[in-house]
């Protein structure tokens, strides 16, 4: 695996940050949701889900939204007690060389090729992906077994960087290139690049490098649509500070080591959320 270091400067502690680090280090009680997705059993959204079903119970009593545990009390799922603190060991973490016309899904009515299909099977839990490809995109995808690096590393606050190699039909214009650095407008609001830079091309193909810190949904071919310009091909080379390894092929699969999952938790811790706008007034 080649683990670069993304240019993700951390960001000073803000009152309320430094407030709840205080709190937390007082009551050393957790969110139920957050235990359960860092046992592996799924992502905090489906924890969630499943603690509003009523299949949650904590000490016999079924769980509500907003149940906090501690350490010595009796988590169970239907019949399984989940074990808090749970045992240390180390989450699972897949890198995947995801070619096109495979979908980032485990049900699909058509019947096309996805990507669980080539993935080892698990005893226990089952494979998280973190964030998704469309049908047509290829490159790095990161799957893992623990919920909490999952959250981690989608969760829009903590605003994780993500790279593409984009082939285009055409060219950049200088004013071209300045509206995807300043933002643009889409349906669902505006999105902006990090940084565009020039790959070169042959041809009426040009190749550009592009990053940014968002993963809505076919945000990347839509930011080129509304500039008029069609993505002839699109592929993720990097997403946070773990980048798709030069060796591994297209369809392959690999998985990190010990040392390797080490560094990418202790990135996490290292990588602060992005602090919420101050309310007007």
């Not at 995801?98 to 080539?118: H, L, M, N, T, Y």
């Not at 993935?119 to 973190?130: F, H, S, T």
Request: net charge positive; aromatic share 4%.
């Amino acid at each position: 695996m080649s683990m670069r270091r993304a240019p993700q400067p951390r960001r000073p502690a803000t009152p309320r940050a430094e407030r709840r680090a205080a709190e937390r280090a007082a009551d050393p009680s957790q969110k139920l949701q957050k235990i359960l997705a860092q046992s592996g059993l799924g992502s905090r959204r489906a924890m969630e889900t499943w603690i509003g079903e009523g299949k949650v119970t904590v000490n016999g009593a079924v769980a509500t939204i907003g149940t906090r545990v501690s350490p010595g009390d009796l988590i169970k799922v239907g019949s399984r007690t989940v074990r808090w603190p749970a045992p240390q060991r180390l989450p699972r973490v897949l890198l995947y060389h995801k070619p096109e016309g495979e979908i980032v899904s485990r049900d699909d009515p058509e019947g096309r090729a996805s990507v669980f299909d080539k993935l080892p099977p698990l005893r226990d839990g089952k494979w998280l992906a973190i964030g998704r490809l469309d049908f047509n995109t290829s490159g790095l995808l990161i799957f893992t077994t623990s919920g909490d690096v999952a959250n981690r590393l989608m969760h829009p606050r903590f605003e994780v960087e993500r790279e593409y190699a984009v082939r285009i039909m055409g060219q950049l214009t200088g004013e071209q290139r300045t509206k995807l650095l300043k933002g643009i407008k889409l349906s669902d609001g505006v999105a902006r690049c990090e940084s565009v830079e020039d790959e070169g091309g042959e041809g009426s193909n040009h190749w550009y490098r592009i990053a940014l810190r968002e993963g809505r949904n076919r945000v990347v071919r839509r930011l080129f649509e509304a500039l008029g310009l069609t993505v002839s091909r699109l592929m993720r080379v990097r997403f946070g500070v773990v980048a798709l390894p030069p060796r591994l092929k297209r369809g392959q699969v690999m998985e990190l080591s010990a040392g390797e999952v080490k560094e990418l938790l202790q990135w996490l811790e290292q990588t602060a959320p992005v602090p919420a706008p101050a309310p007007p007034g």
